[in-house]
């Protein structure tokens, strides 16, 4: 969940700070959980934390040297991005220390004065926002939460914030990179034909990966495909988007220094579940304090 062609290169934050447009304001609660954008350098170095933790310690990815040394999952992209922040309140502390989920969000209008978005780097999200002009694309990105809160509650808690982010910006499309654990795509030959088979994006929706990344997801026969099996197999985030009304894109790309393979998710606000959008409110107000 892009305009530029080349991977983004590990950088500290080293420019000036912009806090995210929303300020302070929280975004939703659900119980002790809070949900909000980042508003100092420190918050978004926790969050960059978190993710080390989740990918590097707990996934096996490769970052680059200055990211490995400093324990922090950065890249230039970081420095323009919203940071989105579930913190659980009740851990007490500084509230860099209450962080258990975070998102990345980028809106085009600001990707496009900078070096573009993330996912360009394996699908020409370029070609899909310019047949889209005149709507408003929002990317999702670097979703992580630590093992103790992967519960249905922190799900729902960034989709709060997800979905307020979205109103208040009037964002028409919402996409991104969502991950399947490993580098051998074939592993996950059933998740994938599965997408494959019932929601690849067709039409004004279709998106390629990159020449020479892609790979098809059509791999096996559909006789073969068992839609329970398939579901099964395939990780939380992925299985999330699809019920909301998401479609994918019908190539996978295997991010090596990740170790992960990556389909490209399309989420239309208008193609939205509409039992989601009576759960979280048509204004985001439900969890609202």
């Known amino acids: 969940m892009e305009t530029q062609v080349q ?84 851990l007490g502390g500084e509230p860099e220390t209450q962080i258990v989920g975070t998102y990345r969000l980028l809106r085009q ?35 992580c939460v630590l093992p103790a809160y992967r519960t249905r509650r922190t799900l729902e808690a960034l989709w709060q914030g997800n979905w307020a982010y979205a109103l208040e910006h009037r964002i028409d499309v919402m996409f991104g990179c969502a991950s399947f654990s490993g580098d051998k795509p074939h592993a996950h030959a059933l998740a994938l034909s599965f997408l494959n088979e019932t929601v690849a994006a067709r039409d004004e929706w279709t998106v390629r990966a990159i020449p020479g990344r892609g790979l098809s997801m059509d791999m096996m026969p559909v006789e073969a495909i068992t839609p329970r099996a398939a579901l099964s197999a395939m990780p939380p985030l992925v299985k999330g988007y699809l019920r909301l009304g998401a479609l994918v894109s019908h190539e996978a790309v295997v991010d090596r220094a990740f170790r992960t393979t990556d389909v490209l998710v399309i989420l239309p606000v208008k193609q939205i579940s509409g039992r989601y959008i009576n759960h979280y409110g048509a204004d985001a107000s439900r969890f609202v304090a």
């Open 109 to 143: 209008d600001v990707a496009e004065r900078h070096d573009g978005f993330y996912s360009q780097s394996e699908f020409d999200v370029a070609d899909l926002v310019g047949r889209h002009r005149g709507k408003r694309f929002l990317e999702l990105g670097r979703s």
């Open 7 to 90: 991977p983004p290169s590990a950088t500290s934050i080293s420019l000036p700070f912009t806090p995210g447009q929303s300020g302070t304001r929280t975004l939703g609660r659900i119980g002790s959980l809070e949900v909000r954008l980042a508003t100092t350098r420190a918050e978004i170095e926790a969050a960059q934390e978190l993710r080390y933790k989740v990918f590097v310690e707990e996934m096996g990815a490769r970052l680059p040297l200055e990211a490995m040394q400093q324990k922090r999952d950065f890249d230039t992209v970081d420095r323009y991005c919203d940071h989105l922040l579930v913190s659980d309140t009740a």
